[in-house]
């Protein structure tokens, strides 16, 4: 396999990782509304609304701004619209996105856990976009360090490197088997579902970013990792908080 992998379209050449993001986000939403329907539960439109909102909104500001403050020296440099908007970040999207699901959540007067309807929908999309990661190569900033290790790969260049995208999705696909698995005990409180894969996934990606090149920005940790460890502390606070259902 050459990469990074690309496709002609319209007589245009697109790198596979923004046609694979967008198809993670289309049936990631998809599944969110399949789920949606069946669901139990039911949100007034108003709240749906909110919700979606500021998830949307906080999602698309947070990947945009964690994006852009993992290298400061570059961004002062290359100061432009076109360099803003491409540099994201799935870490930004997520942690943001909560900000703004729980502010919307006051704004409507809206107390109850909303996440855990989104969870495999969003694990889903990970997946798909970290398809198209992975076969960007080193095109993007979503690659590993180079490697002397058993799975290093060549990603484009002379170096075996660790194909992190590829990582993660066997993260994804682990994670998503083991929620299904708590799920499925019915012994957790609404939200908890959400708050075990926010915990996870973001202690993952902390671990997983000091085998990809990175600014380090305060000791040897990047933004991304700095982000990491604030949702990890928030969350370890409310599961702190949280009361499990026992059985009789």
């Given at each position: ?21 967008a198809a ?52 002062l440099?290359?100061f ?16 943001f ?9 006051k704004?409507?007067g ?7 309807l ?8 990970m ?29 484009g ?57 990175r ?8 933004t ?22 026992t059985?009789?």
């Open positions: 396999m050459e990469f990074p992998v690309t496709f002609h379209l319209f007589g245009k050449t697109i790198l596979a990782h923004p046609l694979f993001e993670g986000i289309f049936i990631g939403m998809r599944f969110y509304f399949y789920l949606k329907r069946k669901s139990k539960e039911k949100m007034s439109f108003n709240t749906s609304a909110a919700v979606l909102i500021g998830a949307t909104a906080g999602a698309l500001i947070g990947s945009k701004l964690i994006g852009n403050l993992e290298n400061p020296i570059r961004l440099e290359h432009d619209l076109k360099t803003i908007w491409t540099n994201n970040t799935i870490v930004g999207g997520l942690a996105g909560l900000i703004g699901v729980e502010w919307a959540k704004i409507v809206h107390k109850e856990s909303t996440g855990d989104i969870v495999y929908p969003l694990i889903l999309a997946i798909i976009g970290r398809i198209g990661c992975f076969l960007t190569g080193i095109h993007e900033e979503t690659y590993g360090i180079p490697t002397d290790f058993i799975f290093g790969m060549h990603l260049d002379q170096f075996l490197r660790h194909p992190v995208a590829l990582y993660e999705i066997a993260f994804l696909i682990l994670l998503w088997i083991v929620l299904k698995i708590i799920q499925n005990t019915k012994k957790y409180p609404s939200g908890f579902v959400f708050q075990l894969f926010m915990v996870s996934y973001f202690s993952f990606r902390l671990l997983l970013d000091f085998i990809k090149p600014v380090e920005i305060l000791g040897n940790l990047g991304i990792q700095l982000v990491c460890i604030a949702v990890i502390f928030y969350y370890f606070l409310k599961l702190r908080k949280t009361k499990f259902v059985s009789l």
